[in-house]
């Protein structure tokens, strides 16, 4: 008897104000679930449009003024946590079909983020067109890597890490990393490995979350600080 006017009161509370009261059991099992607001979709693709002009504008000349300290310090983590010497960011140039640094936080970074790369050789490229990621350990005995840089900064690579990167719905640029033979380093004579990988890896997906909503939030005129 008792069990039936709870129930029936549980009833009335569903109906006057929308939701169930759960036991502890049902809310540690609950999902977020958002779905799509119809009233928006007619704005979707006005919004990509949008979306890949503003992309667009990330350049070489524009990455200090558009880049924040947490996107920095989450390339630096990951290069730090995948155990290279230094690490690149690389952002596809369209107009000259290369690739350009935009950030380094290697000793000669300065020198880095005046380098760039030709779409059509080198192992960083290759990653760019083929969108899958790339590790190499002893990578100066691979004939497909392209030398050019080592030769610019002074120091020859002896193993890399690259990862796509993707923001606004594309891969816009390659997230890389080295270790590089210098005298008498502990560091160059050990290889990457899986976990490497993955730290890089993370490092991609989390920096395409934070452009995406950088960009978003700037296009509607929701930007924070």
Known sequence: MESQRVLKIEKQVVKEIGFRILDKQSQSNMRFTLLPDPRYRKHFSSLLDRL????????????????????TTVLEDSFNAAGADE???WLVNSSKRELD???NNGPAAKKMREISQTL????????????????????????????????????PTTAMIAVPFYFAQQCRGIISCVRLNKPGSVSSRRGFDMESMREV??????????FDFKLISRIIGFDHN
């Open 52 to 71: 890949d002009k503003a992309a667009k504008l990330i350049t070489r000349e524009t990455f200090n003024d558009f880049a924040d300290d947490l996107m």
């Open 201 to 210: 890896n993370r490092a991609s997906s989390l920096l395409t979350r934070l």
């Open 87 to 89: 690490g690149t960011l």
């Open 120 to 155: 059509d050789r080198g192992l960083i490229s290759m990653v760019f067109s083929t969108g899958q990621p790339f590790c190499e350990n002893s990578i100066e005995q691979n004939p497909e890597h392209d030398k050019a840089v080592d030769s610019q900064i002074g120091l």
């Open 101 to 103: 640094a935009v950030f």
